[in-house]
């Protein structure tokens, strides 16, 4: 037999963490095309295609890059030069990576939008030998628009394999015990540092449409359950859900977290701690939305004191979580 067969690498299990994603930079261009992206996805906006495309190309795509690269612009890290959610994320694969990886087990890290591409981590994975394949979509809460959609993408790239690794998606993790107690965690690290006692904690998830959640969707339901979660392991400090980022000029979930936090001093509540569960990692929803504009419209209302607790980010709480999701699927 002539020894020509070509290398194949295999027998390993690669490990991809899977977050929404992130422009390049702050530049307007590269804003709008991570934006385009974004909200060409069928999954994120459920209208007719041929009207949102229009709607999208000659408005949104001219008008609101500007807007969001003031956003991003605030909460850049300049030391690195990028953004918050990519810092953390990496950081997240290389830490999970120092616990669990070794010459088999291989860990790294993906975008549904923007860079680095599922595509591209998808095929690396495959070329070092990764056989099976587990996904870690970074989202605890499943809605179409997150998790199915990373789902989507994964499936549209092994269709393109000739020979497809085996795959496993851990599904959505809202109630995981080691979830609730990070969470409960990161409260009580943060009452803890502050020289005030909080009179309220907002728990504050991304909406979504309306219409998605009277279609079947179960996001508002994992939302709700996390937080019921936490009442019952915290009960120090009330915590009430409510729903931000919300976009156009349909109902989305409610009630609005912008709305809440200016009518919350009317209401005697002048202490405020926010914490956003459904987020893996701080981003410009978290920094930019909740900690500077949320922030600003609490304390010009009559609150007093605000604070935004981090995400769990690449806590070792966190870290451990990841490893209790996904050693299960190896």
């Known amino acids: 037999m002539k020894n020509d067969h070509p290398e194949v690498r295999f027998g390993k299990t690669g490990i991809l963490l899977i977050n929404l994603g992130t422009p390049d930079s702050t530049s307007w261009w590269d804003i709008r095309k991570y934006l385009k992206e974004f909200l060409s996805d069928r999954r994120v906006i459920e209208v007719n295609p041929?009207?949102?495309?229009?709607?999208?190309?000659?408005?949104?795509?001219?008008?609101?890059?500007?807007?969001?690269?003031?956003?991003?612009?605030?909460?850049?890290?300049?030391?690195t030069n990028e953004s918050p959610l990519l810092y953390f994320t990496r950081s997240?694969?290389?830490?999970?990576?120092?616990?669990?990886?070794?010459?088999?087990?291989?860990?790294?890290?993906?975008?549904?939008?923007g860079n680095p591409s599922i595509r591209s981590k998808l095929s690396s994975l495959k070329s070092l030998g990764c056989e099976n394949?587990?996904?870690?979509?970074?989202?605890?809460?499943?809605?179409?628009?997150?998790?199915?959609t990373v789902c989507d993408e994964v499936y549209r790239?092994?269709?393109?394999?000739?020979?497809?690794?085996?795959?496993?998606?851990?599904?959505?993790?809202?109630?995981?015990?080691?979830?609730?107690?990070?969470?409960?965690?990161?409260?009580?690290?943060?009452?803890s540092t502050i020289n005030w006692k909080p009179?309220?904690?907002?728990?504050?998830?991304?909406?979504?449409?309306?219409k998605y959640f009277d279609k079947g969707d179960p996001y508002h339901c994992y939302c709700h359950k996390?937080?019921?979660?936490?009442?019952?392991?915290?009960?120090?400090?009330?915590?009430?859900?409510?729903?931000?980022?919300?976009?156009?000029?349909?109902?989305?979930?409610?009630?609005?977290?912008?709305?809440t936090l200016e009518n919350l001093p009317k209401k005697g509540v002048k202490n405020l701690l926010v914490i956003c569960p459904g987020f893996a990692s701080d981003c410009v929803e978290t920094l930019e939305e909740i900690n500077i504009q949320g922030r600003e419209s609490f304390l010009s209302q009559g609150g007093e004191n605000f604070d935004?607790?981090?995400?769990?980010?690449?806590?070792?709480?966190?870290?451990?979580?990841f490893e209790k999701l996904v050693t299960k699927y190896i």
Not at 160 to 175: A, D, G, K, T
Not at 308 to 321: E, F, M, V, Y
């Open 92 to 113: 997240q694969a290389e830490k999970l990576k120092s616990k669990i990886g070794n010459n088999k087990i291989i860990v790294d890290f993906a975008m549904r939008y």
């Open 157 to 191: 790239c092994l269709m393109s394999m000739r020979w497809q690794p085996s795959l496993q998606v851990i599904p959505h993790y809202e109630s995981e015990p080691f979830y609730i107690s990070a969470l409960i965690k990161s409260i009580e690290k943060k009452v």
């Open 50 to 79: 041929l009207i949102w495309q229009i709607i999208l190309n000659l408005f949104i795509l001219t008008l609101r890059p500007s807007k969001t690269a003031h956003a991003y612009k605030k909460i850049w890290r300049k030391d």
């Open 226 to 259: 996390t937080t019921r979660l936490m009442k019952e392991k915290y009960k120090s400090i009330n915590i009430e859900t409510t729903f931000q980022s919300r976009f156009g000029p349909q109902e989305w979930l409610t009630p609005y977290t912008d709305k």
């Open 133 to 148: 394949i587990i996904v870690l979509p970074l989202y605890p809460q499943y809605a179409a628009a997150t998790t199915a």
């Open 199 to 210: 009179d309220l904690i907002i728990s504050s998830y991304h909406g979504i449409p309306k």
């Open 308 to 321: 935004l607790i981090p995400c769990l980010n690449d806590s070792p709480d966190h870290i451990n979580l």
